[in-house]
């Protein structure tokens, strides 16, 4: 992986775009203030609206969160999205949910966890041969939050990669989780000691549910819990 250089101090961004079309995560005044994420700059998604971001060879940022609104991340072969702090997709509002897609053969390649519905609304789409990759994914984190993945056709890769036992994909942390594998997507933990697991509702009160239906899915794992 390429990172850019990353600047002396870390910049919190906010997109302010909403012209329809595609429009460039690398440019300047898409954001506010008027500056391009870099690898240490933390970035929000919070506009209610349907949006199409072209990302490059790599985009970067530390921090990722997507508060609301529908955003779909692109950019075909070779372009990637590098984020090398926490990724959030969560509506706290409860109110429509905020959504986040990567697809077009991209990656979207993240360092930390990723909580999809923390405390709210929340789905992560990864779609036509794209992937997604994290540490630890929690779907459905905080009690009373909803999350939802949806893996989505051949090529599709949606991998969490922590080491260790106790780690891995949570379907249903506190709250209530759906992981959707279809269509030969792929859906895995990796570790070269086998030991990440998928956890299915894992606290008490919790809800998880595991979908895989399509020829080709696959749910890969040393062990499931449920």
Avoid: K
């Avoid at 990172?3 to 005044?29: K, M, R, Y």
């Avoid at 919070?46 to 530390?62: K, R, W």
């Avoid at 379907?171 to 086998?194: K, P, Q, Y």
């Amino acid at each position: 992986m390429t990172w850019h250089s990353q600047p002396v101090s870390a910049a919190d961004l906010e997109w302010i775009n909403t012209t329809p079309g595609l429009l460039f995560f690398d440019v300047n005044t898409n954001w506010n203030p008027v500056n391009a994420p870099d690898g240490a700059d933390n970035v929000l998604f919070n506009l209610d609206e349907t949006l199409t971001i072209v990302i490059g060879a790599p985009s970067s940022a530390n921090n990722f969160r997507v508060t609301a609104g529908d955003w779909t991340f692109t950019g075909g072969s070779g372009t990637s999205l590098a984020t090398g702090g926490e990724v959030f997709i969560n509506d706290a509002s409860m109110l429509t949910g905020a959504t986040a897609t990567i697809t077009g053969t991209s990656t979207w390649d993240n360092v930390g966890n990723a909580f999809i519905g923390d405390t709210g609304l929340g789905t992560l789409n990864v779609s036509n041969d794209a992937a997604f990759r994290a540490e630890n994914v929690f779907i459905g984190d905080d009690a009373g939050s909803i999350g939802v993945v949806n893996v989505d056709g051949p090529g599709s890769l949606l991998t969490a990669d922590a080491t260790g036992a106790g780690n891995g994909l949570f379907i249903g942390f506190e709250g209530t989780g759906t992981l959707n594998v279809t269509n030969g997507g792929t859906a895995r933990t990796l570790d070269v000691s086998g030991i990440p697991d998928f956890l299915i509702g894992y606290e008490t009160g919790s809800e998880g549910t595991l979908n895989i239906d399509g020829a080709g899915s696959l749910a890969v794992a040393e062990d499931m819990f449920v």
